[in-house]
Structures are given as C-alpha cells and as structure tokens.
C-alpha cells in the first residue's frame, strides 16, 4: 500500500507546481552594510507537485518551510532557481493561488460574508455576483447562517473556517496552506482535516499543506515530504496510498503507523543533529 523513498521523484503528471534549485537567503540585517551573511534558509530545493496533489511538508522549526510556501504566494522572490506553476514563473501573488495562515487574519470591523468577498470584490467582481457564492461557500464549511457575524463572535475553529472559504471563493486552482489547524484545539483540528478533505473531493485544488503535525500530514496527503534542517531541502518523501476520503479507522491502521514512525525518525533526525551541531 505505501512506499517510502530517500530521493524524490517527480510525480508522472507534468507538474502543476515546480520548484527548481530553488535558494532563498534572506538579507543581514542592517543590509550588506551590516558585514552579515544574512540567512540562507533554503538551497537548491527541487518539489514538483501534480495537479489536484496534496502535498504536505513538515521539518524543523525554522528549516524553511513558511519560506517556501511565501515564495510559490509570490511574496517573496527566490534568490536563485525558478518556481513554476503550470510551467510559467511565479513573478508575485495571483488568484490562482489562495493562501490560509494559522492566525485567521479576519478583518474584525467586517462580518464573515463581507471577509469572505473581500479579495474577489478588490479584484472586481460585483457583490451581487459573488455574496451568493459566499453564501454557498459558508454552508459548504459549515457556517451557514453565520454570515453577518462579526468575527470576534466566532471560535478559532469557526474563523479558521472563514479563512478557508475565502480562499476558495477566487476559485485557485492552489491553496497554500501554512499550518492552518495549528492553534487548534485537538477535536477541531480532527473535524478541519476531514472538512479539507471533503473540501477537496469537490473542488479539486492543488494543496501544499505545512505543519508540524506528522499524523496531520499522513492523514490529509498524497506525499508528504520532511525537509532537513536549515537551509532546508528534501531530505526524504513517504507517499501515502490510502484512498480518499480518509476516517479515523485510517489512523489507527498498521499503514499509519508505519508512516508515521519513519516521519517522525526523518524528522527527529534533523532536530537533534541541529542541537548537537550547537553543542560546544
Ligand atoms: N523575512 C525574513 N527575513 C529574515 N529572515 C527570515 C525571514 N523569514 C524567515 N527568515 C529566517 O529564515 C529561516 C526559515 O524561516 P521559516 O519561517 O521559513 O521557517 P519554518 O520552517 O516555517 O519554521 P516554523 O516551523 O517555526 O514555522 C529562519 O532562520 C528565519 O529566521
Ligand atoms: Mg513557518
């Protein structure tokens, strides 16, 4: 049913999503005066990822995995190396892109259906043309009825809900998704992965998830790829076979747990070479 492999490989679809010898060092602070060599926090990370893929990554903290995300957004700029999406270079934010963060960053002066609209109204649209979309969106996650709620009036894991039907509404064909359930309480983060999982039976996105919870990742994922300590590239890749939808009978299988020994190894590995390359 599963395999694991230490190099990754290209998936047999042509990629929707194509990170080549990508290296991002971020400026010293204080800029080349400042005599620093700034922070080399990915190099020459190859991740090609199929259309409709669901693609998680877990590693360290600070291996790079935010970095990657923001520059396939487009927020950032790699330093070398390319990122392609559908074969043509990232060269800043799109709306084929939608990105959830693990703050729910809701503006709180507007109700839920006016933060769900918001970047689609920026980008355009009329609002008699996509509230009604939103309002499907809402019940689609759950939220029916909770449009003209503010977002304060709302749990963690409602307005992680809104995050998501606001990146949705654009209809991108990529959701990013950087640690989304992250501040979340145990049984609702269960709940949102099941909900992303339906989510992606109907819509199809391609989804490039990042978290530090390797039973999450296993869970979600067709792939799930650890990346070494910073700077960050694929150290190894575990694909997991088991069809979607997903239960929690998924969870408790010998498949998952083998999964998820050989994730936290790869993962484990890193994080106590990085504290013992700081030992004196
Ligand atoms: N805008 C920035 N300017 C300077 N350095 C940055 C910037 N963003 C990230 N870094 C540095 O790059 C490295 C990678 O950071 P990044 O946020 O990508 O890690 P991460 O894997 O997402 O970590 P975490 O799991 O803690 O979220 C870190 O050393 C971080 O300090
Ligand atoms: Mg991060």
Not at 123 to 143: F, M, Q
Not at 190 to 202: G, I, P, Y
Not at 232 to 251: H, L, S
Request: aromatic letters at 6%.
């Amino acid at each position: 049913m599963t395999e694991a492999s230490s190099r990754p490989g290209a998936p047999p679809a042509p990629p929707r999503i194509a990170f080549g010898g990508v290296t991002k060092r971020y400026p010293a602070r204080g800029g080349a005066a400042g005599g620093g060599q700034g922070t080399l926090a990915l190099e020459a990370l190859d991740l090609h990822i199929a259309p409709a893929e669901i693609v998680s990554i877990v590693g360290p903290t600070g291996c790079g995995k935010s970095t990657a995300l923001n520059l396939l957004a487009g927020f950032e700029a790699p330093s070398s190396g390319t990122i392609r999406v559908d074969g043509r270079p990232v060269t800043g934010p799109g709306a084929d892109r939608g990105v959830v963060f693990q703050q729910a960053s809701l503006f709180p002066w507007m109700t839920v259906l006016q933060n769900v609209v918001l970047g689609v109204r920026c980008r355009g649209a009329a609002a008699a043309e996509v509230e009604p979309k939103a309002l499907r969106l809402l019940e689609e996650v759950g939220l029916a009825g909770f449009d003209r709620h503010y977002p304060y009036q709302l749990s963690g894991g409602m307005q992680q809900r809104v995050q998501i039907a606001r990146a949705l509404i654009g209809e991108p064909s990529i959701l990013l998704m950087d640690e989304p359930f992250g501040a979340l309480d145990y049984q609702t983060r269960l709940l949102m992965q099941k909900l992303l999982l339906r989510l992606w039976a109907h819509f199809k996105p391609t989804i490039l998830f990042i978290t530090h919870d390797v039973g999450e990742a296993i869970f979600i994922s067709d792939r799930v790829i650890a990346m070494t300590r910073r700077p960050g590239r694929v150290k190894c890749e575990i694909r997991v076979n088991a069809p979607k939808p997903r239960d929690y009978e998924f969870m408790a299988s010998p498949e998952f747990t083998s999964l998820e020994a050989q994730l936290v190894k790869a993962v484990q590995s890193e994080v106590e070479g990085e504290g013992a390359a700081a030992l004196p």
